[in-house]
């Protein structure tokens, strides 16, 4: 399920580590801000500012999003690994200090050479004019046992941490208020948009 609502963007990005003596390095660690307006998570309040790092390791074809506690209420902090090698997204949920993995999403992850070009960019102030958030919304499913086969990134990310597949929930209508209970949300993104990611237990 699949909610879009609009919002003014404003997205800007620090690169801290990635080029030495002018040459690029396979990994780089961009600080990156973005302000957006969402109306369900703050009608009064305006802008809301999401940060995160996004480290792009080039030749491993990876990345790796760390998310701190965001200035608004109702989104945990996470660890998000997108193995393009693997064709895998992990999310460490901090908060619940839980592993989620599900099959890569190419539609809305940009791979680590353009993801680099975007932010690179974004430090000179660029402006998105008009873009939309995301909502996507996943159902916990069976527990993994073999961890090694989600690769060596994600092993690395949710090692030691109860890990647990997802599966992407289609039908279109909303949740209601019992399983919101059930559901954690993870705000990020890795595109010139905003991604919500819901996950729920089942009910
Ligand atoms: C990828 O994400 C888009 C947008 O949320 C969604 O429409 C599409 O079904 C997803 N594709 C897969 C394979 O999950």
Sequence with gaps: MIHSRLYVGHLHCVLHAGVALGILLPQSVFHCGVLFEDSFYSPFKGQLELHEDVKIYIEENYEQINIPVPQFGGSDPADIIHDFQRGLTAYHDIALDKCYVIELNTTIVMPPRNLWELLANMKKGTYL????????????????????????????????????????????????????????????FENTFVVETVICKKS
């Design 129 to 188: 004019p008009q873009t939309y958030i995301i909502q996507e919304e996943m159902i916990v499913t069976e527990h993994v046992n073999d961890m090694e086969q989600l690769g060596s990134f994600i092993y690395r990310l949710c090692s030691g941490k109860e890990t647990y597949r997802l599966k992407r929930r289609t039908a279109r209508r909303r949740i209601n208020r019992r399983e919101a209970g059930n559901c954690n949300h993870i705000h990020h």
